[in-house]
């Protein structure tokens, strides 16, 4: 997850929030960083990648432009690597998060924490010190008007994620059991594809929360089926970050169930799971980071759904919570 920055932007932070007469409003994005001189290499890149057309067309957009000191920056052959054909997926997906949907002027960049990108993940907004930045890089000029949008100047190349979901749960360290979960499902391929997606990933420890010898069980390859259903009920279809999940209340999984989303005590949850961590980007989707292992319910033939998860457990006929005795499920 990430907070967000943009240097030097408007009346609130004071300095650069000063509409460029010179380069105002009577070109498109492509042709304004063109004539501005300071932008070759960004032009260049949106050619390779074959996005000039795009940034030519009726938007608008706001994108935050690297200058030609900004790219200089990138470790030694990495624009040379990026600008080969065989790596444009790589250089659009990196071009397309410097580019939010829009016109955002810098009065509003600095009253936000964070804004989608064209790439579909979020870019993060900082304003302190009388300084604003996108990620790690600052905004030097702001409020560049153009005829299909504005532009803000920054100092650095911003990378979103070029992980997908499966590889950042690798390296965060703290999924060991649920990468080892989607081993046994089969599903690794799936949640490694384009997707979006978006997942509910409980913790080592939350796994480490359901009653004794559950987990061995559902590992169990005759215990595929039940496996897959428990583990496709915390994937949801599409990019859905925090705060549009909370505001939709609820969520349809893929397993065809319903998740219900809240804010209890103060706190974000999902079902009775905690959310602890909200909106870590991947490539393919978003990651919410939960305290527990959520557990579909399954329908009796005495009637309604219940949820059933061991002797431990007790089953309950609520629409959205199980419970264990001396275990909190979720």
């Not at 979901?165 to 999924?175: D, H, L, S």
């Not at 409980?202 to 259903?229: H, M, Q, R």
């Not at 602890?276 to 989707?285: E, P």
Request: hydrophobic letters at 40%.
């Amino acid at each position: 997850m990430k907070t967000r920055s943009l240097s030097g932007f408007c009346a609130c932070v004071g300095l650069l929030s000063v509409t460029h007469a010179v380069l105002a409003g009577q070109k498109d994005i492509v042709d304004t960083a063109v004539s501005a001189g300071s932008f070759k290499t960004l032009a260049t890149a949106l050619t390779k990648a074959d996005l000039v057309g795009t940034l030519k067309g009726k938007g608008p957009f706001t994108v935050f432009a690297p200058t030609d000191d900004a790219f200089a920056k990138l470790p030694k052959k990495t624009l040379e690597t990026l600008l080969k054909p065989e790596n444009r997926r790589q250089l659009t997906s990196i071009l397309t998060y410097h580019v939010v949907p829009g016109r955002v002027e810098a009065s509003q960049v600095v009253k936000m924490t964070k804004a989608g990108t064209v790439n579909g993940q979020q870019i993060d907004i900082k304003t302190a010190g009388g300084k604003v930045m996108v990620d790690a890089a600052n905004v030097i000029k702001t409020d560049i008007v153009c005829t299909n949008g504005i532009i803000h100047v920054i100092d650095s190349v911003i990378m979103p994620s070029m992980d997908d979901i499966v590889e950042t749960a690798v390296k965060a360290g703290k999924f060991k059991t649920l990468t080892a979960a989607l081993k046994a499902a089969g599903l690794v391929d799936a949640l490694k594809g384009d997707g979006p997606f978006t997942v509910f990933a409980p913790t080592d420890e939350a796994f480490a929360k359901l009653p004794k010898g559950t987990l061995e069980s559902l590992l169990k390859p005759e215990n595929k089926e039940k496996l897959v259903s428990i583990l496709k009920y915390h994937v949801v279809s599409g990019r859905v970050f925090a705060e549009d999940a909370l505001r939709a209340g609820k969520a349809r999984t893929i397993q065809k169930s319903e998740v219900w989303i809240r804010t209890s005590d103060g706190k974000p949850k999902v079902n009775d799971a905690t959310i602890a961590k909200v909106d870590i980007d991947a490539s393919n989707g978003v990651i919410h980071v939960i305290d527990g292992v959520l557990i579909p319910k399954t329908r009796t033939s005495q009637g309604p759904a219940t949820t059933h998860l061991g002797s431990n457990c007790t089953s309950v006929k609520s629409t959205r919570a199980s419970s264990c005795t001396g275990t909190r499920l979720h």
